[in-house]
């Protein structure tokens, strides 16, 4: 990274830093997600789960569209 | 090694240490946010497994098996017997003349075994002072998620017999 300005570098590093923190909510909730649904799955309740899947399938495709952002973000900012 | 690595004009060591000391926290960042991803993959599959779980296993068929007779057990007694299989311990209790209800044993919060108290006119685990209702098996109090399962009952002449396991109450 020598050869590029500090300034971008820096910007580069802050925005993901928050795309990580970001992921890092978004699986916070997907284990909670899973821990509920697992929950009310062993209680014998079958309507929550369907939906709850759809739920952990947006959100890790927000996830996935983080990482992408983050390889973006991170080839931009080595690009000379 | 031709197989291993693509042909690269670069020099061998540039290929295999492309990343400048400098710009480690970059990559260390990038894999762990993968990881992330990765885990949060995981945790949909999860949810995945749950779905499938719930809808394509095949309903669990119980079999009858006589449990007691009519008259065995006095008002407010305790009989224990194992079903549907011997190593689920289930409770029964007669709560009035004509009255059974009989309950898996195994506390819903760590499995231990729940016992009634008929003082109080409960089913209560020793281990972490879960009670739970004698009419519908629900939690009254403590730190169980989710009530007991309840054992069909049914009377066929002198024959008390279980025919199933339902859940019931508050869960």
Redesign the interface.
Known sequence: ??NLEPTKQRRG?VA??G??AL??V??VV??W??SA???A??????SP??A??IV??L??AA??A??LF??RL?WE??RP | MSLLRSPSKDPLWKDEFSVFTSDERYVTRRQFTKFLTLASLGMFVGNLWIVLKSYLAKKTSYPTAEVARVGEIQIRGVKLFSYPTPQDSCIMVRTGEDEYVAYSQKCTHLSCAVYYSARSDRLECPCHQGFFSIKDGSVLQGPPPRPLPQIVLKREGEKLLASGIRITGNG
């Open positions: 990274m020598a590093l993901i830093d795309a990580m992921i890092g978004l699986l997907q284990i997600l899973l649904t697992l929950e799955f062993l209680a014998g309740h079958r789960v369907i709850a899947a952990s399938g959100l890790f996830c996935v983080l990482n983050v390889d991170d900012s080595r």
